[in-house]
């Protein structure tokens, strides 16, 4: 399949089938986020692979709303970055994520970006609740942890009469 195809297939799932993950396509993910570009070829952020259901389930507590799909993710990737390290972490740590979503699709696999950066529950933000749960260390910062699975059902390639072609100006 190509990158067209690849792009327009790609959507996001929240519901999964509860199998696991084979190893070699989640070697395959990661590979595909080592791979990814970065500011000044840094590659200073951190991936956390995480299978443990218990350890999903706990990372599905770390915001007030919209974590839960990731209790029924056989697979999360808990995406890092050091603000004092990096100031393009966030921008290096989005354009890793978004690289493994797409090649998860590629592997025939769903996902959903699961937004914590700026979130949490109460007081407390996410990124401190996660750091807690995976023994972080205290500048490491979570931007978002992927939720990665086998889709529980299929969902239609983006229309491409839906595209807002209004929003790109040339020059």
Not at 11 to 27: A, L, T
Not at 47 to 54: D, P, Q
Request: glycine share 6%; charged share 30%.
């Amino acid at each position: 399949m190509g990158f067209k195809e690849l792009s327009a297939k790609r959507r996001s799932h929240r519901r999964f089938s509860p199998e696991p993950v084979d190893q070699k396509d989640i070697d395959l993910i990661v590979r595909a986020a080592l791979l990814s570009p970065t500011s000044k070829n840094r590659r200073d952020w951190k991936f956390i692979v995480v299978t443990e259901r218990e350890t999903i389930a706990d990372l599905s507590r770390a915001k007030d709303h919209g974590a839960e799909l990731l209790s029924g993710a056989p697979l999360a990737i808990v995406v890092v970055g050091n603000p004092s390290a990096n100031d393009c972490w966030v921008e290096d740590c989005s354009i890793a994520a978004v690289t493994m979503q797409y090649q998860a699709e590629d592997l025939g696999l769903g996902s959903c970006w699961v937004q914590m950066r700026g979130r949490g529950v109460g007081d407390v933000p996410a990124s401190e609740y996660i750091r807690k749960l995976l023994c972080l260390g205290e500048e490491d910062e979570v931007l978002c942890v992927l939720a990665i699975g086998r889709k529980l059902s299929p969902k239609d390639p983006h229309d491409e009469d839906s595209l807002k072609f209004s929003s790109v100006k040339y020059l």
